[in-house]
C-alpha cells in the first residue's frame, strides 16, 4: 500500500533556530517527492521537488533531502522565523499514467518569538 | 496573477441541498483535481482531469461529480450533500498531467463545507 509517514505530528521552536521534519514513504513506483507548505486557512504552496536522482534540492532557507534507497526525506530549516509557522506536507508522485499523488498528514511547526 | 480562485469559501447548508464548488485557474494548465482535508487524514483525492472532458474518480468519489467542460473551470457538484461531506475542499492544477510531471500543483485557498 502506498503511504507516506511524516514525524513530528507537531513541532514547536524558537524563532532562529533550525529544524528538520522527516518523511518516510512506502510508494512504488516512485515518480517525485515533494515538500508543500501549507499556511492556516490557505491552500498548500510548493517548496521543492525532487526526482530519484536529486538528493539535496534548496529553496532559500529550506533545503530538502532525498535518500531514494532508504525512502525517506528531509525538510530542514534554517535559521526559522515567525512566518515558518505552518503545516509542511510531504507529497510523494506515483510513477503512472495519470498523476497520483499520496500526501503525508503533515507536521505542524511552530515558532515562537 | 497565476492563481487557483475557488467559490464559495465558506458555506453552511443542510442535507440533501444540492451544492456546486466551484473552480477556476488562469495558468492555461491541462491538469486540475479535488481533494478533501479531514483532521488526522491528510489530503485526499476526490476527482481529477486530465483535460477537457477527461475526468477520472480519485480515492474518495463517493457522493462527488465534477465536469471540465473548459479547460479553466473545474466544479465539485455535491447531489445530495450528506453531514460526512462536511469537510475543507481544495481544487488544484498543474501544466501537465502524468506521474513523471515534475511540474508543482497550484492550490486554491479552500472552501470549508458544513452539511448540517
Known amino acids: 500500500k502506498n503511504q507516506v509517514e511524516q514525524s513530528p505530528q507537531s513541532l514547536i521552536i524558537l524563532e532562529g533556530k533550525n529544524c528538520t521534519l522527516q518523511c518516510n514513504y512506502t510508494v512504488s513506483p516512485f515518480s517525485n517527492l515533494r515538500w508543500y507548505k501549507q499556511d492556516t486557512g490557505r491552500g498548500p504552496v510548493s517548496l521543492t521537488i525532487m526526482t530519484f536522482s536529486e538528493n539535496t534540492k534548496s529553496n532559500g532557507r529550506y533545503t530538502a533531502t532525498l535518500d531514494a534507497d532508504t525512502k525517506q526525506s528531509s525538510l530542514h530549516i534554517t535559521a526559522s522565523q515567525l512566518s515558518d509557522s505552518a503545516s509542511y506536507i510531504c507529497?510523494?508522485?506515483?510513477?503512472?499514467?495519470?498523476?497520483?499523488?499520496?500526501f503525508g498528514q503533515g507536521t505542524r511547526l511552530t515558532i515562537n518569538p | 496573477e497565476a492563481q487557483v480562485t475557488q467559490n464559495p469559501r465558506y458555506l453552511i447548508t443542510v442535507t440533501g441541498k444540492k451544492l456546486t464548488v466551484t473552480c477556476s485557474q488562469n495558468?492555461?494548465?491541462?491538469?486540475m483535481s479535488w481533494y478533501r482535508q479531514d483532521p488526522g487524514l491528510g489530503l485526499r483525492q476526490i476527482y481529477y482531469s486530465m483535460n477537457v472532458e477527461v475526468t477520472d474518480k480519485g480515492d474518495v468519489p463517493e457522493g462527488y461529480k465534477v465536469s471540465r467542460k473548459e479547460k479553466r473551470n473545474f466544479p465539485l457538484i455535491l447531489e445530495s450533500p450528506s453531514p460526512n461531506q462536511t469537510s475543507l475542499y481544495f481544487c488544484a492544477s498543474s501544466l501537465k498531467a502524468g506521474g513523471v510531471s515534475n511540474q508543482p500543483q497550484h492550490f486554491g485557498d479552500g472552501t470549508r463545507l458544513s452539511i448540517l
Open positions: 495558468m492555461n494548465h491541462e491538469y
Open positions: 507529497v510523494v508522485s506515483v510513477l503512472q499514467g495519470a498523476q497520483k499523488l499520496v
